[in-house]
């Protein structure tokens, strides 16, 4: 069962998802770990996974973007959500 079965949710929908609920900023995730680990001399260590994070997102994004306006612009009857196939 897919997630937008579950949450019958419309293909535009999916694609804001898709973009929107997952994306970390550089601007909430650094004073979090400011705050969470106040005076650690690492702080530039622990930041570092969120500033690798952010640049990999937005070209995952940026990849991506082509596919979901071919299946956005299919028409509506013909939108199926890819499923994945174990390469094994």
């Not at 609920?21 to 004073?31: E, F, Q, V, Y």
């Not at 994070?53 to 937005?58: K, S, V």
């Not at 071919?70 to 196939?85: A, F, H, I």
Request: hydrophobic share 40%.
């Amino acid at each position: 069962m897919s997630s937008s079965a579950l949450f019958k949710l419309k293909s535009s929908d999916i694609a804001a998802v898709v973009y929107c609920a997952s994306h970390k900023s550089i601007t909430l995730g650094i004073p979090v770990i400011e705050i969470i680990f106040e005076g650690n001399q690492n702080i530039s260590y622990l930041a570092t996974p969120l500033l690798l994070y952010n640049p990999i997102q937005i070209v995952f994004g940026g990849m991506t973007l082509t596919y979901f306006q071919k299946w956005l612009g299919s028409p509506k009857g013909s939108r199926v959500l890819p499923t994945y196939q174990s390469q094994v």
